[in-house]
């Protein structure tokens, strides 16, 4: 009578050990599954309407780097404000197109970033951050 419990504890670490050997086994497999274009609830808006978001801002990375470099040529501290400042205003522009707060465009911005999502032509968000060199008149 007092080998039974024993036993049981066994069987119960035995099942234990190989739960964990099966997750260890089955982890690799599930990471490698492609997930869907899903958010979760933490930005109130569809993830379709997340992407579209996310093409608008990559698209228009392209431009605003490229007026900044026009209109502060040598200086990548100045070009990078410039960018920064037009960016900002097309948030603004997305979120209102869009019916979206600032803030959810900024979150899309930043989920996309970390996510290295992609627009529709296979582009990414540059990240990248210029060292502090303000010019001094």
């Given at each position: 009578?007092?080998?039974?419990?024993?036993?049981?504890?066994?069987?119960?670490?035995?099942?234990?050990?190989?739960?964990?050997?099966?997750?260890?086994?089955?982890?690799?497999?599930l990471?490698?599954?492609?997930?869907?274009?899903?958010?979760?609830?933490?930005?109130?808006?569809s993830?379709?309407?997340?992407?579209?978001?996310?093409?608008?801002?990559?698209?228009?990375?392209?431009?605003?780097?490229?007026?900044?470099?026009?209109?502060?040529?040598?200086?990548?501290?100045?070009?990078?404000?410039?960018?920064?400042?037009?960016?900002?205003?097309?948030?603004?522009?997305i979120?209102?197109?869009?019916?979206?707060?600032?803030?959810?465009?900024?979150?899309?911005?930043?989920?996309?970033?970390?996510?290295?999502?992609?627009?529709?032509?296979?582009?990414?968000?540059?990240?990248?951050?210029?060292?502090?060199?303000?010019?001094?008149?």
């Amino acid at each position: 009578m007092s080998q039974r419990p024993f036993f049981v504890l066994l069987r119960c670490v035995a099942l234990m050990i190989s739960v964990a050997l099966l997750y260890a086994c089955l982890k690799p497999l599930l990471a490698a599954i492609e997930r869907p274009r899903t958010l979760g609830t933490d930005l109130d808006i569809s993830a379709d309407d997340a992407h579209v978001a996310f093409d608008q801002l990559v698209r228009a990375e392209t431009s605003s780097r490229l007026r900044a470099r026009e209109r502060f040529p040598g200086h990548a501290w100045s070009q990078q404000d410039d960018e920064a400042q037009f960016m900002r205003g097309h948030a603004r522009r997305i979120g209102q197109s869009m019916g979206l707060t600032l803030s959810q465009v900024y979150l899309v911005m930043d989920r996309g970033l970390r996510e290295r999502w992609v627009d529709d032509k296979g582009r990414r968000l540059k990240t990248r951050v210029v060292p502090l060199n303000p010019r001094i008149r």
